[in-house]
């Protein structure tokens, strides 16, 4: 079946540190790769991308991720963290033959330490 | 451009009671899908469109309903709450297949 983990519901990282945020995927064709970060009382906001080409994705605020078709992973990074960074980080997967549907990892909080 | 609008931004309902939320969307997408997110689970897709006059069940569609009467609107229907319904609705819209979709600011619903 079809699925997305994200490892860790919970991280916190001192301010400057780096953030690594984990996600896999299960699926046997690549699928395209979404991050969202959601700020309190607030929708989705879309962070980056992956659907084809280039591995590493770079988005806004300073984030990238690479996929990884060989570990069947798509981990968040951002190589020094910001009090503002503070928020809830969903992976997301659109998995081939699903009409744009995505699948949600079940979010992890990232929280900063001064 | 406004994006993606929900209303109404809160709303308590009484078990029984029905309701329904409106997502509008000004970007002039075809698809566009109902969420709801629990702590803990994520977000699960309730039911979604991939154009106007249509509509498809997604993971958690029991009690609910939708209709998709005109391209940039997509209404969610609760014909009889239940406390198990309980939670934050988010709509988002998206352009074509395997596009990243645009979220709505949510709805946050109470069920007595």
């Known amino acids: 079946a079809q699925s997305v983990t994200q490892l860790g519901s919970h991280v916190s990282v001192s301010e400057g540190a780096l953030v690594l945020l984990r996600c896999n995927y299960s699926?046997?064709?690549?699928?395209?790769l979404f991050w969202y970060v959601q700020y309190p009382n607030q929708g989705l906001q879309l962070l980056l991308k992956?659907?084809?080409?280039?591995?590493l994705v770079k988005g806004i605020n300073g984030f990238e991720a690479e996929f990884k078709k060989s570990e069947t992973s798509f981990h968040l990074t951002k190589p020094s963290a910001h009090m503002s960074d503070a928020a809830e980080y969903f992976c997301?997967?659109?998995?081939?033959?699903?009409?744009?549907?995505?699948?949600f990892g079940t979010g992890t909080r990232l929280q900063v330490t001064l | 451009n406004a994006g993606v609008t929900q209303t109404p931004k809160f709303r308590v309902l009484k078990t029984g009671q029905s309701m329904t939320l409106l997502c509008a969307q000004d970007m002039n997408h075809e698809y566009m899908y109902w969420y709801r997110q629990d702590p803990g689970m994520g977000l699960r897709l309730i039911h979604y469109s991939v154009g106007e006059g249509t509509t498809a069940k997604g993971e958690v569609p029991d009690g609910y309903n939708v209709s998709r009467l005109k391209k940039q609107n997509f209404l969610l229907g609760l014909e009889s709450a239940a406390p198990s319904q309980t939670s934050v609705y988010f709509c988002?819209?998206?352009?074509?297949?395997?596009?990243?979709?645009?979220f709505g600011p949510g709805t946050r619903l109470t069920v007595l």
């Open positions: 992956y659907t084809t080409g280039a591995t």
């Open positions: 988002a819209s998206s352009y074509s297949t395997r596009k990243e979709q645009f």
């Open positions: 997301a997967v659109s998995f081939t033959g699903t009409a744009s549907k995505l699948t």
């Open positions: 699926s046997s064709v690549p699928p395209y």
